[in-house]
């Protein structure tokens, strides 16, 4: 096997392992939820539509060309046009997660969220693996609007939350997209529970000296 085959092999294999590992926790819903990898010759191995990321099958993964034609497997999933719209926005990133995270969409559907910032830095964590967390404002499903919206907050931030949709976060590599998009949610769900009360973020500079450059 050749070291591009058997880096695709790995790539599939993780792919599969990490969304069974988002749907087991409850990440993640029904066949919501989508997971892309870019391999070394720039093609991308996707979730295909209408999957459930707790019952991948290796095979069946698709399998896109860097402009985003369909290669091979089963057809990509309809949101594939936000995975290409991050990678093509920050060219040392090798793979994007999207979900419909409860608490993070849950965020994304209160009036008085913050579209510059979503949200607060309650955790030295969440400054580090986040940073920033712009809003992208509400498109339908498929819009091809979205992806411009996406792609101009993508250059400066690896992780933007879709009103009333969810988050999509890229990352050097699935573990470290996986870890960060993990981490969002828990502070969604911090931020949740918190509601209404006075809390002690961290400051300004105390974020800003973690955040990810």
């Known amino acids: 096997m050749t070291a591009i085959g058997s880096a695709a092999t790995h790539a599939r294999e993780e792919i599969c392992s990490v969304g069974k590992s ?22 991308l191995l996707m979730t295909p539509t209408n999957a459930s990321l707790g019952d991948l099958d290796p095979a ?13 497997g089963d057809k990509p999933t309809k949101e594939a046009f936000l995975h290409r719209c991050m990678y093509c926005e920050r060219e040392g990133d090798g793979a994007v997660v999207h979900l419909h995270s409860t608490h993070s969409v849950a965020v994304s559907i209160l009036r008085d969220t913050d579209p510059d910032d979503a949200l607060p830095p309650l955790t030295a964590y969440f400054a580090m693996r986040i940073g920033r967390l712009p809003m992208v ?5 498929g819009d091809a609007d979205l992806a411009e919206a996406v792609a101009a907050q993508a250059s400066a931030h690896h992780a933007v939350l879709l009103a009333n949709h969810g988050p999509v976060v ?3 590599t699935l573990r470290q997209a996986q870890y960060a998009i993990e981490e969002l949610e828990e502070t969604a769900k911090l931020f949740l529970l918190l509601h209404g009360r006075d809390i002690r973020p961290l400051t300004r500079d105390q974020a800003d000296a973690l955040r990810p450059r």
Request: hydrophobic share 30%.
């Open 22 to 43: 988002l749907f087991d926790r409850g990440l993640t819903a029904g066949s919501t939820g989508n997971i892309s990898v870019r391999l070394d010759d720039g093609s």
């Open 60 to 72: 069946q993964l698709s399998h896109l060309d860097a402009e985003g034609r369909h290669l091979s």
């Open 137 to 141: 404002p509400y498109y339908a499903p």
């Open 170 to 172: 890229s990352g050097k």
